[in-house]
């Protein structure tokens, strides 16, 4: 029997969620204000447009930092708010955006995520940290694997070395400081999490977005390129899990991957092509989206084919996504349309929320 998330589990707990004011940390909030947790902000300010503007999730935070991590003091924020559980989500999360400008990447994926420990550390309220970082950290011979968690690291481009790097950094703060007191520390490991309210660039579903609002061909750089496509709230979901199963769990072994679990699609057909992602979009507005393919010019190396084995989490959490690839798909571009034909997108936010908790999303 697949497990689901416990509300009352997150009743009434002090939460830090950093990177609150990007996608995937907004719908986090979401979920645990519905839950009746007490959740404090802390990240950089919202980019725009942003989920976190259009959902309003400043209203639903009993407190926030705007800050840069990567600057000590402001991680040292967590600590006036004696959480119980910290989510670092806090990163840059865009290849391309690494290739550009590798400095910042390196500082705000590892230096962000040393702070935000150091802190958890020394704050005697917190618990479990659970720290997100990405399917890219694995090293990508691409020889038609899905990843375990066992599976070398390793890091192409800079964006999966530097979160490769965040990984190192988590096994030696696990192994140093939270082993050794009454603290836990835990990883997940996901991509290509898909979902209404994303609008970073350089991702495929806002960028078809964004071409239809335009009325514009989207250029496509790599249409072949293979990607374990899953629902934002499976993904969260999964996370939830783990903290509520392994949260006071204590490791004994030097094992990095022991507190590690990777989250995606337990079938392999869930993980498709850009091109059969964009004909699904051309389904939904037919009239309205068209692509080309146009060879990337900024030369960022990207994966051809990733994929995961998500089968630890299944086996300790009984975790299984409720969305398939093609539903996830459906289900985001349903929040985009209604949103764009000018639903409140709160209001939209809420009932995908409830169809998730539910069950009836499946």
Known sequence: MVRRVDPEFWRGRRVVVTGHTGFKGAWLCLALHRFGARVHGLALPPESPSLYAQARIGESLAGETLGDLADQANAAAITTFEPEIVFHFAAQSLVRAAYLDPVETFRSNVMATVNVLDVARRCASVRTVFVTTTDKVYLNREDGRAFQETDPLGGYEPYGASKAAAEMVLSAYRASYFERGDKTLLTGRAGNVIGGGDWSRDRIIPDI???????????????????????????LEGYLLAVEV?????SATDDPNELAWNFGPTSRADAVRVEQL???????????????????SVGALESGLLMLDPSKAVRDFDWSPQLNARAAVATTLDWYARVLAGEDASAVCDEHLALWLSGAAT
């Open 209 to 235: 977005v964004r071409a239809v609002m335009a009325g514009e061909v989207l250029a496509v750089r790599n249409p072949r390129a293979t990607r374990p496509w899953q629902w934002v709230m499976d993904a």
């Open 246 to 250: 392994k949260g006071e769990s204590r």
């Open 278 to 296: 964009c004909a699904w979009a051309i389904e939904a507005w037919p009239e309205r989206f068209s692509w080309r393919v146009e060879p990337d």
